[in-house]
């Protein structure tokens, strides 16, 4: 156990929309998966609640029932509403899971949840959200087990804490629960585009939360509420953490974090060692680690093969595995790759799926040079594994980058990022410095195309010393980006949202 913990660990709670391996769209249900495992291994009992949606099977994931006939109420006076809408709790001990995640609650609703095949899209998302995190207020008041901490992550969870702070602060049980509330990604705050409606939101959040169906609920912009009721306010790493107290990066909430500060902290991600396991993974050509480099270039021709490449071990193969929008920086390469193309002899893997703008041109690319460029432009599961076994180099660009999780992937595999200074990428891929022989990739500040041209360039350079490259391909495949750490950080913030939370209720 942890030599922080001045007394049993701590409960605690995560609440969300997505959690795999029930519900997984992206990062989000990776990260309520992982940490709270890595928590459980630490001592602690960390549990999750998400909704039970139509794809979550009852017999697949071997859900018994925790609570029948929960009553949770809308706030509605109209005598033409419902004055509650009625749920159960179902809950996951264990199944026949090879990974087994931790003990999960689902917030079963027949209207807003179980006929719902998507986590995502619906027009009256508002009230999801909110009969979520009323929903799991109202069972912890009846639960036998009840959290120290609840962790509401992102914007969907947000008036969470802001129900805590005023509906439940007089109540015996929710009132002695500290609230943390993890910023995945500043840019989405809801359903609306924050930078025409903003101040939709009444009284700068600080009026009550709406009923479930008053139409003013749509206006409720869930980040600002858990910013503002939150006894902590959490980012995914701390450059991030520093960032969106800045006009450019705050989303016109960087006065009301700057209001907050010393309750924002930033702790980065890990990743699952585990699946991310070059020396055991199932989806490469030939298993390796970081003393037996020389079986990864097996990993480079299957590659180059499975993207219809010539192959070539020699090849400096730089690959793109990524959502292909404006937020990944990708506009630094359009006007430039031409030039990389014709003065290297680079080959480009790009594997990812996204706006219009950025498939088009790929596409493009590929049929002026298919020797030279290849793209797989749909999401996929099991090739992203390859593409790090194989490429040289990964691209990461992004104009901002709250964690990222493709440069510690790709390094765990002896891709070496070539990344911007930004956000994660700035906490985790450390430039390569020739005279000290150090670093872990090579890094640009500047958000200009010759800034990544650069960059480029000089990986290429020392690419072309294989000594050199072995060095950093090592250092960057032993540097230790696991859940370990990250949740012993979070550890730490627990217990600080603890103690606040313990201050505040004494005054």
């Not at 980012?235 to 909430?253: D, H, N, Q």
């Not at 020389?294 to 499975?306: D, I, P, V």
């Not at 104009?399 to 911007?420: K, T, V």
Request: aromatic share 12%.
């Amino acid at each position: 156990m942890p030599l922080f913990f001045k007394s049993a660990a701590p409960r605690i709670l995560f609440v969300g929309s997505e959690a795999a391996p029930f519900a997984k769209i992206g990062g989000l249900g990776e990260v309520m998966f992982s940490l709270p495992r890595a928590l459980n291994k630490l001592g602690y009992d960390a549990r999750i609640m998400i909704p039970r949606y139509a794809g979550i099977d009852l017999r697949k994931f071997n859900l018994e029932m925790e609570l029948e006939g929960l009553h949770v109420p809308t706030d509605i006076e109209d005598p033409n509403q419902p004055e509650n809408l009625i749920c159960n709790v179902r809950k996951y001990t264990s199944g026949t899971l090879a990974r087994s995640p931790a003990t999960t609650y689902f917030l079963e609703n027949f209207e807003y949840y179980e006929k719902r095949a998507n986590v995502y899209g619906y027009n009256d998302d508002s009230v999801r959200w909110a009969l979520l995190c009323r929903g799991v207020l109202e069972f912890l008041r009846r639960s036998k087990w009840v959290p120290d901490v609840i962790v509401s992550a992102d914007w969907q969870i947000g008036i969470l804490p802001n129900y805590l702070k005023t509906i439940y602060k007089e109540d015996q049980v929710l009132s002695k629960i500290a609230t943390v509330f993890s910023i995945h990604n500043l840019f989405y705050q809801g359903l609306f585009d924050h930078h025409f409606v903003n101040e939709m939101d009444d009284d700068d959040g600080k009026s009550s939360v709406p009923s479930f169906f008053d139409p003013r609920l749509l206006k409720i912009n869930g980040m600002r509420r858990g910013i503002m009721y939150a006894d902590i306010i959490n980012t995914v790493s701390p450059t991030y953490a520093r960032e969106i107290m800045t006009k450019e990066y705050g989303e016109l909430l960087d006065g009301l974090l700057r209001e907050r500060r010393s309750r924002v902290y930033g702790v980065i991600n890990g990743i699952d060692y585990e699946v991310f396991n070059p020396e055991t993974n199932p989806h490469l050509a030939k298993s390796f680690d970081a003393n037996s480099l020389k079986k990864r270039s097996a990993n480079k021709l299957e590659l180059q093969a499975r993207f219809g490449l010539p192959k070539d071990e020699k090849a400096f193969v730089v690959s793109i595995v990524a959502r292909l929008t404006e937020q990944k920086g990708l506009d630094l390469l359009l006007p430039v790759a031409e030039a990389l193309l014709k003065e290297t002899p680079m080959q480009l893997v790009v594997l990812g799926s996204g706006e219009a703008k950025y498939m088009s041109f790929f596409q493009d690319l590929e049929k002026k040079h298919p020797k030279r460029v290849a793209a797989h432009l749909s999401f996929d599961f099991d090739l992203p594994h390859l593409v790090y076994a194989g490429a040289d180099v990964v691209l990461i660009p992004s104009r901002f980058e709250p964690s990222g999780l493709s440069q510690m992937e790709a390094m765990r595999y002896g891709c070496i990022p070539i990344a911007r200074k930004t956000g994660g990428l700035a906490d985790t891929v450390e430039d390569y410095d020739p005279q000290n022989k150090t670093g872990l990739g090579f890094v640009f500040n500047s958000f200009d195309s010759i800034s990544l041209v650069v960059a480029m360039m000089r990986a290429y350079e020392i690419y072309r010393n294989p000594e050199v490259w072995q060095k950093i391909q090592q250092r960057a495949m032993n540097r230790d980006f696991s859940w370990k750490q990250s949740a012993a950080d979070y550890g730490k913030l627990f217990e600080t949202a603890k103690a606040i939370h313990g201050r505040e209720v004494k005054e």
